[in-house]
């Protein structure tokens, strides 16, 4: 089992910038993949960014790219979602996720809400 919590989230102005944590606790964080999602009100839940256990992969979803960077530090069990040049169809919920892929979501988060005004 991993347990995930997120932090980071709250109210920005648009263009301004957020950065999202996840601490990871339990079995080991480092061999895991690392995904951040996010769900507006009324949509469906999108896959924003991952990052393998190394570190050595990235995956960004075309519409955040560019303006997020995702990281991890394993030492400190904890992953990060920078995010900049925010824009309000930012706005949602966001999850993290760890699985054994990019993108696979084994274990998630309880989410973080982000909300970015105009």
């Known amino acids: 089992q991993v347990q995930l919590v997120e932090s980071g989230g709250g109210l920005v102005q648009a263009g301004g910038s957020l950065r999202l944590s996840c601490a990871a606790s339990?079995?080991?964080?480092?061999?895991?993949?690392m995904s951040w999602f996010r769900r507006a009100p009324g949509k469906e839940r999108d896959y924003v960014a991952g990052?393998?256990?190394?570190?050595?992969?990235?995956y960004y979803a075309d519409s955040v790219k560019g303006r997020f960077t995702i990281s991890r530090d394993n030492a400190k069990n904890t992953g990060y979602l920078q995010m900049d040049s925010l824009k309000p169809e930012d706005t949602a919920v966001y999850y993290c996720?760890?699985?054994?892929?990019?993108?696979?979501?084994?274990?998630w988060g309880q989410g973080t809400q982000v909300t970015v005004s105009s």
């Open positions: 996720a760890a699985g054994d892929r990019l993108g696979s979501s084994d274990y």
């Open positions: 990052i393998s256990w190394s570190g050595s992969r990235v």
């Open positions: 339990g079995r080991t964080f480092s061999s895991y993949a």
